[in-house]
Structures are given as structure tokens and as C-alpha cells.
């Protein structure tokens, strides 16, 4: 645009100037005619008087008679050299020569100057400006001198009767030196106008260059959005002008920018990192370690029961709880460690050049240490318990999800394992997690093809030796290893979730089995089924098992569940009394199985609606012989009996085990003294002898299950 401007400029400068230089060619031989008529009409003594036209320019000299008008030669010689030097071009007289048909030159400035004419030829038909004078009309134009032109004036000179008998010529140079002069002319406006559009263009450049820098520079603040950078500050924000509002406009994406950033990779809870953030931080961390000798720890955490903060006392003190545990473990960690929160209750935190796993060690020390006191907040103490699990990086893995994974299985050990709390990796985790999962697989395809059976334990009165119950029990038929125990199998069944289909398969199949003995006529008071806490937590657990009865058809009454005291953990103790009221209200009895062996919360058995407590088997074994055992045992089965509660003592084997549950007051005795488990077809034949066989007898032939 500026460019078009200048050449428009440039090309009008040019055409004016040139335009002026023209005119000033005409203007200078117009005034030459002029001055040389009137000189020469003055000169002569008015023998001629010179005729102009509006613009003054000379059209003719008119003389008093019919003859050519001038006589005196010496005079005439001075008046054209006079006219000559006037003008500086040249001048000369011609007189109409009616015999030789030309204008004979009669006199010439003899002037001698570069410009001037000094040639002596008429003007005959040939000359350009023949025809005119004849016409007695003067002419203005170029006229052939020596093979050049020049710019002339010729003014016809007429007698009074209007006859053309002379004329004047007067010249104010050679043409091409007139165009000369103004090609020179025409030649430095070019250079003048090219100078300026060079100028201005230059000037331009350093004024946009100068103006556009802002601009370049909030470029590359945007560049430097775009790819993720955060930058400090935006330049130019505090002037006022479009580039400040501009300025402005990319100060607010940064914010925005900062706040999807935290939404992206901050955990809202605690302000640590998210999921996001640690597998991002995680990928950094092995990328490192992979391209030098850096080397770094992953340390997952893990709370045991920190759900049941939630259920207890609300989300709202849960999460403040997780913010604390976050800054305890920023104090133990420090600046350095990446801390990310990646669940409810899991936190991964990432240690930097650890190859040996010394610091990891010791942080994890401390922090169990710290995390061991309790929380105190204005609703309560509250007590956590975390377990670590470390995988050294890259030592244990050598990509995130690995990592991740490894860690996990150190978790898993930690939390199994009743020690310090936390576990190192150790390649041994992954061929039990391959053996564990070969075993979900075989455990889905038997479940799926009903090769789970159900075998039953009786629970016997020690004083009338009758049935009182029977408890089902899984078994899982292996064609090479017998029956495969429930221990190695539950255990996966629970982690893997499987133990909801296997609940339900059990819960049928024995609910099935229980009907067929009630219409049969065979005389129990119930069937127990033992249900996981996963199950018992599902939302639908109680409507389910209400189904269940109605399809078989099975007085409610008749099925027991038993619970172990690790449906607390977890789940607050109102969601547990829920549940349990839910199925009270259906009719099915309630059995607190392990009774011992978990928390043991006094509390739990006086407030919820258990019917039977089961007293774990580790308080029955070598009782009879330890009197501290005994002692304690006996404390259990009165602590069963003041609460109204039917207490069952479970693993008796022996005559002694037997005789002091009989002794303590057990309402059933359950323990391979009487029975193992055995199938639905066995047990009336069992029954029978443990009904009419001596003691010593049934001890011998119990030790074995069936
Ligand atoms: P539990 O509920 O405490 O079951 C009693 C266990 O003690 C049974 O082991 C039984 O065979 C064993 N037992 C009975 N009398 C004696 C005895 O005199 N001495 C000894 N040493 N043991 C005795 P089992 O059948 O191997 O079951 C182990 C555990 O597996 C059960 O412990 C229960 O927690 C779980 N389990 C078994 N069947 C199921 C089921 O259908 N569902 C669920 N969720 N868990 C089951
Ligand atoms: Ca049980
Ligand atoms: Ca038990």
C-alpha cells in the first residue's frame, strides 16, 4: 500500500516536471518571438508593426507597403544579432524571393555560440515551415539544421495589402539538446523518485519492524502456550493500546492455562499430583534412567480400612485426613520426591537417584512412623494404616506400567505379610501373580461348569450328641491333587472379584441341598454358608439372598450366614448394621464366624443382630492343655453366652478339645472330632455313627476328612 503510494507520487512528479520542462521550452520561444518582433518592428523606425495574438504571441509583421520593408543592412545586421543574443539561440531575416519560390536569408545573428546557427540556406517548399509562411501564418516548430533540429519561430512578414514578402526565424537552440536537458532532467526525478521509495521503504521497514516487535514478542509468548511452557510474565500487558489488549488477552489464557494445568495434573483433594502426574512423572523417570545411571524409587502406599474414615465420619474428614497424610509425607520425602495421590487412598510417591534403595528404605521407616500418629481432628482421633510397597527403578522395570505393577505386588506382600509394613519388590511376586492368575483362569472355567461341589460339617450338641447344623464348605476336585483347598483359592476368588459368582453358587447350591433335606424329612436347625465381605457389601446381597430362598423354597430360618470380622474393614459399622438388619428382617439367622481372630470388638457383637458366634479355632486347639488358653476360651464362651448368643466352638479333635467345649457350656461342637466335611450323601451315615460310636472311635476316624 505505502509502496503504491510512493510510485503514484514518483510517476505524477515525473509527468508534471516533464510537463514544466515542456512548457518552459514554449514559454522561452514564445517570449523570443515576442522580443525579437518588437525589437525589430522599434528598431527599423516602425516600418513594420507586429500583430499578436490573444496570448501575446507574434502572428505576423505587416509592413506600410507592398515591398519587403527593410532596407538599411547595417542596421538590420545589429538588430539580429542584437535579436540573436537576446534569446541566445540564433535569428535570421528571410525575404520572399518570388523567382526562386524560397525565403532568401537576407541577414543572421552572427552570434557564435554553441547554439547558434551560422548556416545561410533559404527556406524553400522543403522546409517544414514553408507552406505556413506562405499561408501568412507563423510556425512553431523543430526545423532541420545541419541534419539536427531546431526549435524555431518563424512570423511571416507581410506588405499592407497582406502579401507574405519576408520572414523572421528565431531559435532558441538545437532540440536535442532542449530534450537533452530535460531527459537529465527527467533522468535525476527517476533517481530522486527511486531514492525516495528506497528512503521511505527502509524508513517503513525500521517503523514496522519497530511497531511489530511487541507483536513478535507476544508471538513467541503464545508460541511458547502452545507448547506447554508456562511462561512468568506477558510482556506489554501494561500499555494501553491494542497490543496491551492483546497483551491482556494472552494474560488470561495463561491463566487459564495454569488452571487446566492444575485440573490436569493436581489432585483437588490434597494438592499433591494426580494419576496424570505420576504416570507422566513416572515415563520421566525411567526415560532418565534408561539414558544414564540415574536411578530412582517408586513407593506406593496404600491405607488399610481408610474407607471406613469416610462411612464413619463423612467424605468431608476423610479428605482432610488424606491432605495430612499428604503433607506428613511431603515433610518425610522432601522437595525432591514426586508425590502423587492416584486413588482414594493410594499415594505413589517417585524418589530421584535411590539405586540401592537405602533412602527409599529409610523414608518408608519414617513415614510408617509418622503416619502412626493419630490424626487429630475436631471430630476424633483417627488412626491409619498404611502399607508400602517399593520397586527400585529400573532394576524392577524398565517401563510405567511394570513399575506400577511391581510396586503393586510389593504392596500386595506388604500387606500380607504381618511385619514393618512394607516390602521391596522381589522377582519371586511375579511367578506367584502368574501361578495366582493361572489359577483364576482354571477357577472361572469350573465355576462356569458347576465343578465346585459343596461338602458338609456337622455342628453337634456335646450333650445330646444330635445335629444341630451344617456347615457348607466349597471344595474344588482336582484329578491330580484330590480336592483343592478353599485357602489357596478364596484368597484369589476375593482379589479377583470371582468370590460374588462363587458366593452365589455356593448360596444356591446349599440353599438347594437344604430344601431337599427339609422335604425329605431329615432333621437340622440350619445350614451355614459362608459369605465374603465383598458380597455381603453388595447393594443387593439381602434381596438376593431373599430370592434365593423363595426359589427353593427353604424356610429362612433354616440358612445361616457367617460373616468374619473382616466385613468391618473398610465399611463403617452403621453400613454393617444396615446390612445385617436387612437380613434379620428376612428371617435368616446371623452367625460372627473366627470369633478371635480379627478385631474382636466386644462392641460389634453386643450391638449388631448376631444370633451365633463362632469361636475361632486357635482358642479351642491345645486349650485343654494350656490353662491360660482354657482360661481365655472360657472367657469367649461366657462372654457368648451373657449376650444371649448360640456359641459354637469350632476345630475340635481331640476327646479333651471336645469334652471342655462340652464342659465351658458350647452350644455345638464343630471339628473333625465328630466330622470333616463331607458330601450331601455321606451325612445321614455319618450322622449315624457319630449318634451310636464311643468317643474314642469317632476321634481315630475324624482326623482324616472324607
Ligand atoms: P471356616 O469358615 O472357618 O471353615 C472352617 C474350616 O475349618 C474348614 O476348612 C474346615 O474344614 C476346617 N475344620 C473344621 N474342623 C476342623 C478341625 O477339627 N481341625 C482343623 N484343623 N480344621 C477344621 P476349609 O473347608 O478348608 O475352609 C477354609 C476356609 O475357607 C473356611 O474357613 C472359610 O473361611 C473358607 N470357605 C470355605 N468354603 C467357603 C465358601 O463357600 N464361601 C466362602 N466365602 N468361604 C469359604
Ligand atoms: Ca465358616
Ligand atoms: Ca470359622
Known amino acids: 500500500m505505502v509502496l503504491c503510494s510512493i510510485l503514484m507520487v514518483s510517476g505524477l512528479s515525473y509527468f508534471e516536471l516533464s510537463k514544466a520542462t515542456n512548457d518552459n521550452a514554449v514559454a522561452r520561444i514564445d517570449r523570443a518571438a515576442h522580443a525579437a518582433v518588437t525589437i525589430l518592428s522599434t528598431g527599423t523606425g516602425n516600418v513594420v508593426r507586429p500583430v499578436f495574438n490573444a496570448e501575446g504571441n507574434p502572428l505576423a509583421l505587416k509592413g506600410n507597403s507592398d515591398e519587403f520593408p527593410f532596407s538599411d543592412g547595417k542596421k538590420l545586421d545589429r538588430l539580429i544579432a542584437v535579436i540573436g543574443e537576446t534569446n541566445q539561440g540564433a535569428a535570421r531575416l528571410f525575404k520572399w524571393s518570388p523567382s526562386a519560390r524560397s525565403f532568401e536569408q537576407v541577414v543572421h545573428s552572427s552570434h557564435t555560440a554553441e547554439n547558434s546557427d551560422t548556416s545561410a540556406a533559404p527556406l524553400n517548399r522543403k522546409h517544414p515551415a514553408f507552406a505556413i509562411l506562405k499561408k501568412g501564418a507563423p510556425f512553431v516548430g523543430n526545423v532541420p539544421v545541419e541534419n539536427r533540429l531546431r526549435l524555431a519561430y518563424l512570423t511571416p512578414i507581410l506588405s499592407d495589402k497582406g502579401q507574405v514578402?519576408?520572414?523572421?526565424?528565431?531559435?532558441?537552440?538545437?532540440?536535442?539538446?532542449?530534450?537533452?536537458?530535460?531527459?537529465?532532467?527527467?533522468?535525476?526525478?527517476?533517481?530522486?523518485a527511486i531514492a525516495i521509495i528506497a528512503g521511505a521503504m527502509l524508513a517503513g521497514y525500521l517503523f514496522l519492524r519497530r511497531e511489530l516487535n511487541p507483536l513478535r514478542q507476544l508471538a513467541s509468548t503464545a508460541d511458547e502456550l502452545a507448547n506447554g511452557k508456562q511462561p512468568v510474565h506477558v510482556p506489554h500487558a501494561d500499555r494501553q493500546d491494542e497490543i496491551g489488549d492483546l497483551a491482556h488477552g494472552l494474560d488470561r489464557v495463561t491463566d487459564l492455562q495454569d488452571k487446566l494445568h492444575k485440573l490436569a495434573y493436581i489432585d483437588q483433594v490434597t494438592t499433591a499430583g494426580n494419576r496424570a502426574r505420576y504416570f507422566?512423572?513416572?515415563?520421566?523417570?525411567?526415560?532418565?534412567?534408561?539414558?544414564?545411571?540415574?536411578?530412582?524409587?517408586?513407593?506406593?502406599?496404600?491405607?488399610?480400612?481408610?474407607?471406613?474414615?469416610?462411612?464413619?465420619?463423612?467424605?468431608?474428614?476423610?479428605?482432610?485426613?488424606?491432605?495430612?497424610?499428604?503433607?506428613?509425607?511431603?515433610?518425610?520425602?522432601?522437595?525432591?520426591?514426586?508425590?502423587?495421590?492416584?486413588?482414594?487412598?493410594?499415594?505413589?510417591?517417585?524418589?530421584?537417584?535411590?539405586?540401592?534403595?537405602?533412602t527409599a528404605e529409610s523414608c518408608a521407616?519414617?513415614?510408617?512412623?509418622?503416619?502412626?500418629?493419630?490424626?487429630?481432628?475436631?471430630?476424633?482421633?483417627?488412626?491409619?494404616?498404611?502399607?508400602i510397597g517399593i520397586a527400585l527403578l529400573p532394576r524392577d522395570a524398565e517401563d510405567a506400567e511394570t513399575a506400577h505393577r511391581v510396586a503393586g505386588l510389593a504392596l500386595r506382600e506388604a500387606k500380607a505379610t504381618d511385619g514393618s509394613g512394607y516390602a521391596f519388590f522381589a522377582s519371586h511376586f511375579n511367578e506367584r501373580i502368574q501361578t495366582e492368575m493361572l489359577m483364576e483362569t482354571l477357577l472361572r472355567a469350573a465355576l462356569k461348569t458347576r465343578k465346585l461341589v459343596l461338602h458338609y460339617q456337622p455342628q453337634i450338641c456335646p450333650r445330646s450328641r444330635t445335629l444341630t447344623g451344617l456347615e457348607a464348605l466349597i471344595r474344588w476336585p482336582s484329578e491330580k491333587r484330590g480336592f483343592i483347598p478353599p485357602s489357596e483359592f478364596i484368597p484369589i476368588a476375593e482379589k479377583t472379584g470371582l468370590i460374588l459368582d462363587l458366593?452365589?453358587?455356593?448360596?444356591?447350591?446349599?440353599?438347594?441341598q437344604a430344601?431337599?433335606?427339609?422335604?425329605?424329612?431329615?432333621?437340622?436347625?440350619?445350614?451355614?454358608?459362608?459369605?465374603?465381605?465383598?458380597?455381603?457389601?453388595q447393594p443387593s446381597f439381602a434381596e438376593n439372598v431373599k430370592n434365593v430362598l423363595e426359589w427353593y423354597r427353604l424356610p429362612a430360618d433354616k440358612l445361616c450366614l457367617e460373616v468374619t470380622e473382616n466385613v468391618f474393614v473398610d465399611t463403617s459399622e452403621q453400613t454393617v448394621h444396615d446390612i445385617l438388619s436387612k437380613l434379620?428382617?428376612?428371617?435368616?439367622?446371623?452367625?460372627?464366624?473366627?470369633?478371635?481372630?480379627?478385631?474382636?470388638?466386644?462392641?460389634?457383637?453386643?450391638?449388631?443382630?448376631?444370633?451365633?458366634?463362632?469361636?475361632?479355632?486357635?482358642?479351642?486347639?491345645?486349650a485343654d492343655r494350656?490353662?491360660?488358653?482354657?482360661?481365655?476360651?472360657?472367657?469367649?464362651?461366657?462372654?457368648?453366652?451373657?449376650?444371649?448368643?448360640?456359641?459354637?466352638?469350632?476345630g475340635a479333635e481331640t476327646d479333651g478339645e471336645f469334652a471342655l467345649a462340652s464342659a465351658l457350656g458350647c452350644d455345638s461342637v464343630q471339628g473333625f472330632y465328630f466330622s470333616a466335611a463331607v458330601p450331601a450323601e455321606n451325612l445321614p451315615s455319618r450322622l449315624l455313627e457319630?449318634?451310636?460310636?464311643?468317643?474314642?472311635?469317632?476321634?481315630?476316624?475324624?482326623k482324616r476328612p472324607a
Open 584 to 622: 434379620q428382617n428376612i428371617g435368616v439367622q446371623l452367625s460372627l464366624d473366627d470369633f478371635g481372630s480379627g478385631y474382636s470388638s466386644l462392641i460389634y457383637l453386643h450391638r449388631l443382630p448376631f444370633k451365633e458366634l463362632k469361636i475361632d479355632r486357635a482358642f479351642l486347639s491345645g
Open 280 to 358: 507422566a512423572d513416572l515415563n520421566d523417570a525411567l526415560k532418565r534412567s534408561r539414558s544414564g545411571s540415574f536411578g530412582a524409587s517408586l513407593l506406593h502406599f496404600d491405607f488399610n480400612g481408610f474407607s471406613k474414615i469416610n462411612d464413619t465420619f463423612g467424605q468431608q474428614v476423610g479428605n482432610r485426613v488424606l491432605l495430612q497424610t499428604y503433607v506428613r509425607l511431603a515433610n518425610v520425602f522432601g522437595p525432591s520426591a514426586q508425590i502423587a495421590r492416584i486413588s482414594a487412598d493410594d499415594f505413589c510417591i517417585l524418589l530421584p537417584y535411590d539405586s540401592d534403595g537405602a
Open 165 to 192: 514578402v519576408g520572414a523572421i526565424e528565431i531559435d532558441v537552440g538545437w532540440m536535442d539538446d532542449l530534450t537533452a536537458a530535460e531527459n537529465r532532467l527527467q533522468a535525476r526525478i527517476l533517481t530522486a
Open 503 to 512: 458366593g452365589q453358587y455356593v448360596l444356591e447350591e446349599a440353599c438347594k
Open 515 to 537: 430344601a431337599r433335606w427339609t422335604k425329605a424329612g431329615f432333621e437340622f436347625n440350619q445350614v451355614s454358608v459362608n459369605v465374603s465381605p465383598l458380597q455381603f457389601r
Open 365 to 387: 521407616k519414617r513415614a510408617l512412623e509418622l503416619l502412626a500418629a493419630p490424626f487429630k481432628l475436631d471430630e476424633a482421633e483417627i488412626r491409619v494404616e498404611p502399607c
Open 626 to 650: 494350656t490353662e491360660q488358653k482354657e482360661q481365655l476360651f472360657h472367657a469367649i464362651v461366657g462372654l457368648g453366652r451373657s449376650l444371649g448368643l448360640r456359641v459354637v466352638a469350632e
Open 690 to 702: 457319630i449318634a451310636h460310636a464311643p468317643a474314642k472311635e469317632l476321634t481315630a476316624r475324624s
